[in-house]
């Protein structure tokens, strides 16, 4: 990846306006920034959160607080609890994600 036309900037999440996405149950709340080509979130899912698809989009996701249940297309099943982090590459494996408690996250993609 080249990162390159993003100047220095400082990011207040909290003023970022949210956008919300509902799961199978539960709901995804957004704040994105974009940067050209990179796409950078800060994501809430609510305790009970179920995607309501497979994602095969490549993300680089760092868990910050709760915990989040990861299940890849193949059956495999990762748990990311704060301080963890997963990536994955587009079109390279299907994955939904869940959680009980709820999670917040910071992804980039």
Not at 26 to 38: L, P, V
Not at 56 to 77: M, N, P, Q, S
Request: negative net charge; contains cysteine; hydrophobic residues 35%.
């Amino acid at each position: 990846m080249q990162m390159s036309g993003i100047p220095f900037g400082i990011t207040d999440w909290s003023s970022i306006e949210p956008t919300f996405h509902k799961g199978e149950t539960g709901t995804a709340i957004w704040r994105t920034r974009n940067f050209g080509d990179i796409r950078v979130r800060m994501v809430e899912y609510t305790p009970g959160y179920l995607a309501d698809h497979w994602c095969t989009k490549g993300h680089i996701l760092f868990c910050v607080e709760g915990e989040l249940h990861t299940e890849l297309k193949d059956g495999r099943r990762f748990i990311l609890s704060p301080g963890m982090n997963y990536q994955v590459a587009d079109n390279a494996e299907p994955h939904r994600s869940h959680t009980s408690t709820g999670a917040k996250l910071f992804i980039v993609d």
